[in-house]
């Protein structure tokens, strides 16, 4: 990855780094929607990491997502070396599309993606500004303000959509917790949802994302991705936590309990503008002097480059990164 | 990846228990080139699974890799999650190319590829052979065959094709054992060269690759493959052994001992038409009858839909193994 994607994305503490050379360690990376309590890694089989994968691994991971995500039996599921690879491969199921439209602001890779593609992006406020777009971009619930539109409203622009023979992505990254905003059991045509395994779990960087669509739209993803797309280790970890819906239903509800915490904290420099149980936004006009005060201080925040009232605060995980996110918001002014 | 290809490449042993529902176990798996004795794995540390992969860690794992391929300072290299992926993009860089011709017979993902994108695909037998073709595809030792063409003869074949507006792909999958083989060194213009990491390590569950080239056509495949591309495991792992010249001397020496050995059995069942240090390649017109013969002893070796006189061996490890491939070869009609 280049820097200059690095230090317009999250995650990279050497970014961090690089940018307050003078901050006490260790960092505290709050700049990701990760969860900071990971899924208990399993062990690992040797055969996992020394032969390729074989399809009896990649059925099992299927067939646990297939249940944890309660994919449609009559729908096709793709698993990827990480979602990232799946937006990039998104074009090719439209690739006469002439519009574009991305409801936004949102993660920045959708728009990024068709652009580099060749196609006209607009972004818009909702939608129902989608009017005529063959293509429609969703990240639902939304990144980074959390924002919700309801899987029955979804279900009636896919169909929309797929009456003019568009496409309608719906990113649901950060519906894991929220299995009621999910829309895919209600899988419309002509849809692609893309779901992420490494952020509700804590492993991101086992790499591993899903797309759920129609069978024919989801044998042209599998195709360009080739045999053997997902590693064995990834193979191994996802099927035991996909598996594992106790583990999930705690993490939700401890997670819940944390956002709540910082919004109690972010409330003191800012306005909560939403968020989900992973990150939460926060809008002052102070933002730029506040990430620089909390960089200084050690904490890396997510910063936007065209959004610049605008921060957005991954989970501290232990309360020495609470008690040092508390001192450092303290101070009302840079 | 779907039944039907794993039918006709090897190493899932899922494929080979269904053809052979009797077969005594365990199975010695033969059916690929992967090195049979594994790099020892390394403590990975728990944030290569937790995090995003970094910068610092992607470049350390492309810093070995540079010098592990002996890279020039000018030429670029990209990281993938596995050779394959690499394989399925390559078309995106000659879009227009109406003549693609592969040298062949070879590892059958190269000509699928461009033909999936839609272009004209033709095997000739040598690279002299290529003519007026805009792109030319080889794999260099040659797999199932262990062909070598000379880098010098491929530098000169990659300035004609460069000549013409072409290009020129070198796959190098199992070049590691014999880096007087490799054109890395020598990187002609509009030449792409592929590398694979799992086959000689012994981890092709760890999923990594790489591909050299200039550094505009690089671009083209770092810039599909999006940030985060290779899995933080990998990266680890990956960078540790490339990073262990001594390592990769030794298991030279030692695989040579082994597929000279395997020689010595294979004679016995026809003539051994070429291979490298981690493959040997029988022909036989009996072949057809001996893949049965081996499958009904639990052993599974590597056919060929297009070429039924040919089987290919990987290496046997342990003398169990060993004694079991001389006993089922022992027979000499099946």
Known sequence: MAMHQAIW???????????????????????????????????????????????????????????????PARAGIVAAPGTQILIELLPLLAPGATRVAVVGPTYGEHARTWRKAGHAVEEIAEPAAAD???????????????????????AALGQDIAARGGLLVVDEAFADFDGDASLVPFLPPATVILRSFGKTYGLAGVRLGFAIAEPTLAQVLADRLGPWAVAGPALHVGARALGDPDWLRTAARDRAAD????????????????????????????????????????????????????????????????????????????
Do not use: M
Not at 53 to 59: N, Q
Not at 264 to 287: C, D, H, M, P
């Open 259 to 334: 956002a709540a915490r910082l919004d109690g904290l972010l409330g003191r420099a800012g306005r909560v503008a939403g968020g989900t149980s992973l990150f939460r936004l926060l809008e002052t006009a102070e933002a730029p002097a506040l990430f620089d005060r909390l960089g200084r201080a050690g904490i890396y925040v997510r910063r936007f480059q065209d959004q610049p009232h605008r921060l957005r605060f991954g989970l501290p995980a232990g309360e020495t990164a609470w008690a040092r996110l508390d001192a450092a918001l303290q101070v009302n002014r840079p």
């Open 132 to 154: 005529a777009a063959q293509v429609v971009v969703l990240v639902n619930p939304n990144n980074p303000d959390g924002r919700i539109v309801p899987p029955a409203r979804l």
């Open 9 to 71: 994305h999250g995650g990279d503490i050497g970014t961090a780094r690089t940018l307050f050379p003078d901050a006490p360690e260790p960092w505290i990376d709050l700049s990701t929607g990760i969860n900071p309590y990971s899924y208990p890694l399993p062990d690992i089989p040797a055969s996992a990491w020394q032969r390729l994968p074989a399809c009896a691994e990649e059925t099992a991971l299927v067939d646990a997502a297939r249940a944890a995500y309660r994919v």
